[in-house]
């Protein structure tokens, strides 16, 4: 009996290809909560008690600032 070849492994497609403007924006802005300023929304996540687990972002969309549980260098 023959082996079978394994195909190739190709290269992950870029993530242009992918992306759904409509919904990065609904995800990115659409259910959280918007704050006007940088220290605004840090206030709001002391005040909350959760100032070490979350950190801030300037939305591209909306150009508010938003809260996030990822760390800062996984934001863009």
Known sequence: MAKRKRPKERPPLPRALFFDEAADRARSCGSKDAYPSEQHARA?????????????????????????????????
């Open 44 to 76: 709001t996540a002391a005040m909350n008690g959760m100032a070490d687990a979350l950190n801030v972002y300037r939305c591209r969309y909306c150009e508010f600032w938003h809260l996030t549980r990822r760390r800062e260098e996984y934001i863009d």
